[in-house]
C-alpha cells in the first residue's frame, strides 16, 4: 500500500468514525416526546397506588410501577385555572395573572406576554395538541382574548371549562376554532380518541410532539358509563358511586392513551407526566365530590395540604433513563406543577426565558431523590379559600400558613405533621420569624409583578350586565 492510499483509508477511518460518534451524540440528545395528562379535581388519595381501598385504577397503578410516583407533588394553586397556567407558564399563578378560577365574561386570561410551553417548544421542532379542558380564557373561542392556537397549539379539541351538560354526551367541545355540537361518549374518551387520531394521522411524525391531555373527571357534574359503575356493587351510596367510577373511567382512558403509544412505537420515546390540578370537592362525605386527600387537612381551594397536594407519576424516556432511577420508585421530593414547563423546555432543547421570573425547577433530580433546585420558594395563594387563610410557601420540611393581609399566620412540619394539626410559631420561634419575613419578601414581589385585576375582582360567574355586553371591554393589562 502506498503512503498516499494509505493516507486515504486512515481519512476515510477517521470520517466513519466521526459519522458514528456523530450518530450515537445524536441519540443520545434526541429529543423526547412530552406527554402532560392532567385530572381535574382528583385527590391525594384517588388511586389505588396512592392507598384508595376501594376505588380500582389498575393502569395508573400499573404506570407507577413503570415510573416514580411521586409523595409530595404539588398542583401550583388549590383551584382549577390558575394550576394551569402555571404548567404552561412555569410561573406561579398571582405572577402570570391567573390567580384564580376563570368564570365566562372576565377580563381574567392568560395573557400572551406570557411565553407558554407549545410556543416554546414549536420553536425547537416540535408538533403540539391540546385535548380536553382549557379554561385559560373567559371569552373562550373569541378573538378578544388569546386561545389555544395562540397560545402554540397546533391542533386543539376543548372547552371552556367543564364539559356539559356532563361528562356523557357533552356537545360543547370546539375544534380548531369550531364547534363540533353533541359527541357521543365519555369525555375522557372523547379526547384520548382525539389525541389518538392526531397521533396516528395529523402531526409530521418526523417531529417531536407535546400532548397536552387535560381530562374533566373527576370534576362536577359528573356521568359515569355503566360498565365502570359496575365495578362497585357493593356500594349503595349513589354519589360515591358515580364518583369513584368517574376515577376509574378516567384510568381507563388514561390507559388508552398508553397502549395508543405502545402500538405506535413511541412509548421509549416520550416522557409522560400524570398529574392533578387540585385537591377533591365538596366535603367528601355527603356533598358531590367523594375524593379522598389521603387524610390531608383540607380539600379543593384550601391551601392546606389536602387542597394542593396532588397524585404525581412521571416516566423517563429510555433515553432518560439513569440507573438511580428505579422503575417502580417513589420519591418524597417536594415537586410542583411549574416545574413542568421548565423541565420540559429544557428535554426539549429549547431556552427558558430570560427576561422573568420562573418559579418552577427541573424536576428530574426528584426522581432520584434529590432537591429540585428552584429560584423561588414553593407558594400558593386561593382568594377563594374557606376561612382567613389564603396565602402558603413551604421551604423544604417547613410550611407557613398566612391570610391575605399576613397578619395571621400558622407553622408546620411537614416531615413530622404532615396532616398540619401542630402549630409551631410559638414554639420554634426562630423558624417562624425567618418564615415570616420570606413570605412577605416573596408575596410583595409577586403583587409587584402580576396583573391588578385580582384587586377589583369579584368572585363568581359574571353579572348579568356583563353577560349582556355583546363586546367585551378591552383587557387594560398589558399583552
Not at 378573538?143 to 386543539?156: A, S
Not at 359496575?230 to 373511567?249: F, M
Request: aromatic share 6%; net charge positive; charged share 25%.
Amino acid at each position: 500500500m502506498t503512503a498516499s492510499s494509505h493516507q486515504l483509508g486512515n481519512q476515510i477511518l477517521a470520517l466513519v468514525l466521526g459519522l458514528l460518534l456523530a450518530a450515537t451524540a445524536a441519540a443520545q440528545t434526541k429529543q423526547p416526546n412530552i406527554v402532560v395528562f392532567l385530572a381535574d379535581d382528583l385527590g391525594h388519595g384517588d388511586l389505588g397506588v396512592y392507598g384508595h381501598p376501594i376505588i380500582k385504577t389498575p393502569n395508573l397503578n400499573e404506570f407507577a410501577k413503570r415510573g416514580v410516583l411521586l409523595q409530595n407533588c404539588y398542583s401550583a394553586s388549590a383551584v382549577c385555572s390558575p394550576s394551569r397556567s402555571a404548567i404552561l407558564t412555569g410561573r406561579t399563578p398571582y405572577r402570570n395573572g391567573v390567580f384564580t378560577w376563570i368564570p365566562e365574561n372576565r377580563e381574567i386570561h392568560l395573557r400572551s406576554s406570557e411565553l407558554a410551553l407549545p410556543k416554546l417548544l414549536k420553536e425547537v421542532g416540535y408538533e403540539t395538541c391540546h385535548v380536553g379542558k382549557w379554561h385559560l380564557n373567559s371569552h373562550f373561542n373569541q378573538p378578544t382574548q388569546p386561545q389555544p392556537n395562540d397560545h402554540g397549539y397546533d391542533h386543539w379539541l376543548a372547552t371552556q371549562n367543564n364539559a356539559a351538560p356532563s361528562h356523557e354526551n357533552p356537545s360543547n367541545f370546539v375544534r380548531n376554532g369550531k364547534p363540533i355540537g353533541k359527541v357521543e361518549g365519555y369525555s375522557s374518551h372523547i379526547i384520548v380518541d382525539e389525541a389518538a387520531t392526531w397521533l396516528k394521522t395529523k402531526r409530521d411524525a418526523a417531529k417531536p410532539f407535546l400532548l397536552s391531555v387535560w381530562a374533566h373527571e373527576p370534576h362536577y357534574p359528573i356521568k359515569s358509563a355503566p360498565e365502570f359503575k359496575a365495578l362497585y356493587p357493593d356500594l349503595t351510596d349513589d354519589v360515591q358511586r358515580e364518583h369513584h367510577a368517574n376515577v376509574s373511567q378516567l384510568d381507563a382512558a388514561f390507559g388508552k392513551l398508553l397502549k395508543t403509544l405502545d402500538e405506535l412505537k413511541l412509548t421509549d420515546d416520550t416522557l409522560v407526566i400524570f398529574t392533578s390540578d387540585n385537591g377533591p370537592e365538596g366535603d367528601g362525605i355527603k356533598s358531590p365530590g367523594r375524593g379522598s386527600t389521603g387524610g390531608l387537612r383540607g380539600r379543593k381551594r384550601a391551601v392546606y395540604e389536602g387542597g394542593i397536594r396532588v397524585p404525581g407519576i412521571v416516566k423517563l424516556p429510555t433515553s432518560l433513563n439513569k440507573a438511580s432511577v428505579a422503575a417502580g420508585s417513589k420519591s418524597a421530593v417536594p415537586v410542583i406543577g411549574s416545574d413542568i414547563f421548565v423541565t420540559a423546555v429544557k428535554l426539549a432543547g429549547a431556552k427558558l426565558p430570560a427576561d422573568r421570573v420562573l418559579d418552577g425547577g427541573d424536576l428530574l433530580p426528584a426522581l432520584e431523590g434529590k432537591v429540585v433546585e428552584r429560584s423561588r420558594p414553593l407558594y400558593w395563594r386561593c382568594v377563594i379559600a374557606p376561612g382567613p387563610m389564603k396565602t402558603a410557601m413551604r421551604i423544604g420540611d417547613w410550611k407557613i400558613v398566612a391570610d391575605e393581609p399576613l397578619t395571621q399566620f400558622e407553622l408546620y412540619n411537614l416531615k413530622s405533621d404532615p396532616v398540619e394539626q401542630d402549630d409551631l410559631k410559638e414554639k420554634e420561634p426562630a423558624k417562624f420569624g425567618e418564615m415570616q419575613a420570606e413570605l412577605k419578601k416573596l408575596n410583595a414581589e409577586i403583587e409587584a409583578e402580576g396583573p391588578t385585576w385580582w384587586k377589583t375582582y369579584q368572585n363568581g360567574p359574571a353579572n348579568k350586565k356583563q353577560q349582556s355586553k355583546k363586546q367585551p371591554s378591552k383587557n387594560k393589562n398589558k399583552e
